[in-house]
């Protein structure tokens, strides 16, 4: 299966400009223009659909942080630092955050186990987790505004809460045991900058908002675009694997096995856009954009006989997943 993953794809391996460049800035800035329509908007049934349709695009223009820690940055010159600004900044949600972090769970030593900062045995643990995990993410916007507009700016008065701050809160991930390394090199100095300009957005925001300049109303909606952003992330990275693995080191196949894809294009392109829908896939051929995805898994499906290891992480739908990982909770308590 590997063999035939690096074959029947190496033709597509390059990322289209005009796709990634047109996809998250369109997406961003249909995004930006609903929220602005919502705060603006009399109408309670037009409210809810921009609010809607803002959570949907400014979701799908953030996911593309994890096309960013995978891309060739030579083929797509100035993609991160003008998705920092248009994108990581105003949503408090910089690259770096995801940079490295991402790629210590594809490391084959490192999946699974405690090492992993994206990994959590959700289906050996209490039922009343699942809720818990999906609904923590509602306090997302409180807390990167606390991270980045106060946390930040006195870290640099107060070095021990500059470690704490890098260690502990400066990593999407899933497992709370992760301690995050201090940066180093032309990274170190990424991370310097992005901070600053989302510390500056997260300012801005809260003295804006403070002092009236900003009505109170703006940074509502703004928190709730937040918020829905990240529970709908949430409720995806439930569904991007089965959570079995206990701890152990697994195999390349044990680690597409314990992995997801969706295949049907609707409604999945809402909920897990940018090619997540295709996870499992994603950890076979890593480099692989997103918009090649689809094309990938066609010519796998049908090169690979029936009964194949590739059959093996395919499921119809998010329900299916999200009904699989509960019972697997209630039969383990």
Known sequence: MLRQAALLTRDLHRPSPVRYWSDCFGSAAVGYAALVGAILSHSAALTAALVVLSILTLYRAVLFIHEITHLDHRLLPGFREAWNIGVGAPLLLPSFLYEGIHAVHHSRRHYGTQRDPEYLPLAHMNPWTLPLFTLAALAMPFLLLLRFGILAPLSILIPPLRRVLVERFSALEVNPAYHRPAPEGAFARRWRLQ???????????????????????????????????????????????????????????????????????????????????????????????????????????????????????????????????????????
């Open 195 to 333: 901070e600053a300009a989302a510390s500056m957005a997260a300012i801005a925001i809260l003295a804006s908002s403070a002092t009236g300049l900003v009505p109170l109303r703006a940074f509502v909606f703004y928190c709730v675009v937040v918020a829905g952003v990240a529970v709908l992330n949430q409720t995806r990275t439930l569904v991007a694997h089965l959570w079995e693995n206990d701890g152990a080191e697994l195999s390349l196949t044990d680690q597409y096995r314990d992995s997801t894809n969706v295949p049907p294009a609707f409604p999945g392109v809402l909920w897990a856009p940018v090619g997540l829908r295709f996870h499992a896939l994603h950890h076979l051929v890593p480099r692989l954009p997103y918009h090649a995805l689809p094309e990938a898994h066609r010519r796998l499906a049908a090169a690979l006989p029936v009964g194949s290891v590739y059959g093996d992480a395919n499921y119809s739908s998010l329900s299916t997943l999200l009904n699989r990982l509960a019972r697997a909770t209630m039969r383990r308590h």
